[in-house]
């Protein structure tokens, strides 16, 4: 069911390719064969339900996990081989808020700047400037232990990007924040990704995908099952739009499936027990044929829906469950 | 290393901005230490001691009276009249005593007649303090009577050599005044003299090492606490994905700790020294060995400590139990002097005897430090195999 995207000559050159990652824990595949390639200046998402695999593939690609089998490269370094070299060109933000509560936020920026081998005027500008950034720069002196969700959220973020990474991993990074903190995480995505770093953008939020992402590979139980842009996936469930019916009493009776999908508006139906995903190139156009088959074939209709696609209904389409279950 | 230096400062940092670190490290082993030596200040001051002893006199004869006096001179007992059941019971008006001396009747007159006179002593078996003093005592007591009717004896007997005819009971009586009056000059004194040419002990001395290395051990428990922590809120994880070495994480979170932990020991020894007239012995070079090798111990131990659980809530459970059994078997709580042989050799697995020995070496009996070299080189073996096996353990990913 993935989507390959199409070959252009201008496109940006690949920063991360994965190949067939693999990572296995006492006998669980948490990763399964997962192959991707992310392009620069790109932000990438990695769309999936928690436990999908997304968290285990990021710590992959950071170093921070070797995997079991497959390799990837980041700028042409191999995680297995030069994880060392690797570690100076990227940068991570994980899901956890990790960082010191009991320092404030600039003494947790300076430690962390250190390490990535920062020190002096130059620390202490790049500090300011990231402070700025994440509009916290008045409450430097504060201990993080004293600031909100949200706040601890864009220290979290600060402390990722000291360095001017190549490329920034950031996993789940809204997790737990107010909306308002949420659109200023999403305003510093942007400038960062301006700035010319290239983004790993994992979440379980499709609209947080569909909102950043230029490319977007979605994840379940450890395999790809999509990828593309937003619109070449959307495209899986039509163009035009989704008509979801629910059949009363039953499952729906054997071949109106196949009699739907003969409809020229109708692109593919998708059907699970009583229930019928249809995508169409016009599902208002669509609905009238569609309703006269299903009157034909005896069915009475409990309840209907017409929506414009999303990841969401595309999660459902391409596996049944839903994307938060 | 730079990144090592980092770690640290960070770890110091963190430590220095946390009051309640400070209190547990410092103000709580100061009030330990401090109630303990004002507890047991009593044992250390001879001179304050003030024991009372229950006394009945049933025999009222002059040999009786002149015990009971002398009993009455010594500026360290209270002589408390009472009968003999109330000696028996070690009670009077309700009143507990430890011990209790009972002359019986006929006392004085089988001492005059050269016969063999005893005393009754009860004491309370509980008793550990004023008991063996007492008893001291009243065995001194007796002595120095027994000496005077020797005296006494002697003297009729030689007399009656060279003059038959002299009065014996004149002889006697002149003979045993004499011999009171020299015994009562004391011609024969014992001078003693503290080893190492310390000063006389103050509790603080006794109790300040052993409290101090527990407090050290408790609170290198806290590190390993920390560096758990750590693993668990994800800023190890941070540090692992960027450019430092594991060895620079660790050493530098080891490295803070060795610090703190000598910091606190000396800390504590210099309040103790200026506020509380602690003796630090006669050398403080060898009194900083002593305290580095200690610390060091200490700080492997948590590493090994923090490298056997996979929780905080566990290293709670198996530090503070370690800690505890430790000092009790180390001698933190009391000297390992009053212990059997075989408790002696199995307290000498812990970090608490061998840090102990070289500190009382030092402050107790005023050694130098030539005389604690073995047991240094005896506690950095013991963190070198504590630090080698912990750093093979540690797990630097979380667990789950």
């Not at chain 1, 947080?208 to 619109?231: K, N, S, Y």
């Not at chain 2, 750590?230 to 540090?239: A, D, I, N, V």
């Not at chain 2, 660790?250 to 910091?263: H, P, R, S």
């Amino acid at each position: 069911m993935a989507v390959t995207p199409p070959e252009i000559d201008d496109m940006p050159d690949p920063i991360v390719i994965a190949d067939n990652l693999e990572k296995r824990f006492d006998g669980l595949t948490a990763v399964d064969g997962v192959s991707f390639t992310i392009r620069e200046g790109q932000i990438f998402g990695l769309l999936g339900p928690n436990g999908a695999g997304k968290s285990t593939t990021i710590s992959m690609l950071s170093t921070y996990l070797r995997p079991t089998a497959g390799d990837a490269s980041i700028d042409g370094l191999s995680i297995g081989r030069e994880a060392d070299a690797i570690k100076k060109i990227i940068g991570v933000v994980p899901q956890d808020i990790a960082l010191y509560p009991t320092l404030t936020a600039m003494q947790n920026l300076r430690f962390y700047g250190k390490i990535y081998g920062l020190g002096g005027s130059h620390l202490e500008s790049r500090c300011r400037e990231l402070l700025e950034l994440m509009e916290l720069w008045e409450r430097r002196d504060d201990r993080v232990e004293e600031f909100s969700g949200g706040m601890k959220r864009r220290v979290n973020m600060a402390a990722g990007l000291l360095h001017h990474p190549r490329f920034l991993l950031l996993d789940e990074p809204t997790v737990g924040v107010d909306p308002q903190s949420r659109e200023h995480i999403f305003e510093t995505i942007f400038r960062i990704r301006d700035s010319g770093t290239t983004i790993l953008y994992t979440s379980h939020y499709m609209e947080e995908v569909e909102l950043l992402c230029d490319f977007i590979t979605i994840i379940d139980r450890g395999r790809v099952i999509a990828a593309g842009t937003l619109r070449e996936l959307l495209k899986i469930l039509g163009e035009g739009g989704v008509i979801e019916l629910e059949i009363a009493g039953g499952e729906c009776p054997g071949g109106l499936t196949a009699r739907l999908e003969g409809h020229a508006s109708v692109t593919a139906v998708k059907q699970e027990k009583n229930r019928l995903l249809i995508s169409s190139d016009n599902s208002a156009h669509s609905l009238p044929p569609v309703m006269r088959e299903l009157e034909a074939a005896g069915c009475e209709v409990a309840s209907l829906e017409l929506y414009s696609p999303n990841l969401e209904k595309l999660f459902i389409h391409l596996t049944g469950r839903e994307l938060r279950e | 290393m730079r990144n090592l230096w980092n770690v640290t400062i960070k770890d110091m940092l963190i430590v220095g901005k946390d009051r309640g670190a400070w209190i547990f490290l410092l103000i709580t082993p100061l009030i330990v230490i401090t109630v303990a030596s004002f507890a047991l200040g009593p044992a250390f001051e001879g001179g304050s001691i003030e024991a009372e002893l229950l006394l009945a006199d049933e025999d009222g004869g002059a040999v009786s009276s002149g015990l009971v006096e002398a009993f009455r001179k010594n500026e360290n007992v209270v002589v408390v009249d009472a009968g003999r059941g109330e000696c028996e019971a070690l009670e009077k008006d309700g009143q507990e005593y430890e011990v209790a001396l009972v002359i019986p009747a006929g006392f004085s007159g089988a001492v005059e007649a050269g016969g063999r006179a005893e005393l009754e002593v009860f004491v309370d078996p509980n008793s550990n303090i004023t008991r063996p003093f007492l008893v001291s005592v009243i065995q001194g007591t007796a002595s120095r009577l027994s000496a005077v009717e020797v005296a006494a004896k002697v003297s009729v007997l030689e007399v009656m050599k060279v003059a038959p005819g002299a009065d014996a009971a004149a002889v006697a009586g002149t003979a045993a005044a004499a011999a009171a009056s020299e015994l009562e000059d004391e011609p024969v004194q014992a001078a003693i003299s503290n080893v190492g040419g310390v000063e006389d002990l103050n509790p603080f001395d006794t109790q300040a090492p052993g409290y101090s290395v527990m407090f050290m051990l408790f609170g290198v428990m806290t590190a390993a606490e920390g560096l758990l922590l750590e693993r668990e809120s994800g800023t190890l994880g941070r540090l692992l994905v960027a450019p430092v070495s594991r060895a620079s994480i660790l050493g530098g979170k080891l490295l803070a700790q060795f610090a703190i932990a000598i910091l606190q020991i000396t800390l504590l020894f210099t309040v103790g020294h200026f506020v509380f007239g602690m003796n630090l012995g006669n050398s403080i070079a060898g009194l900083a060995l002593m305290i580095v090798v200690t610390a060091w111990t200490a700080t492997a131990f948590g590493i090994l400590l923090a490298s056997m659980v996979k929780t905080r809530r566990q290293l709670s459970a198996v530090g503070i139990l370690s800690v505890l059994l430790m000092s009790a078997l180390g001698g933190s709580w009391w000297p390992l002097d009053i212990v059997p042989e075989f408790m002696r050799q199995l307290g000498h697995l812990t970090i608490n005897a061998w840090a102990l020995d070289g500190l009382n070496d030092l402050i107790l009996r005023g050694k130098g430090l030539d005389a604690v070299l073995p047991e240094a080189g005896v506690l950095l073996a013991y963190g070198a195999v504590c630090f080698i096996i912990g750093i093979r353990m540690f797990r630097f990913r979380s667990v789950s």
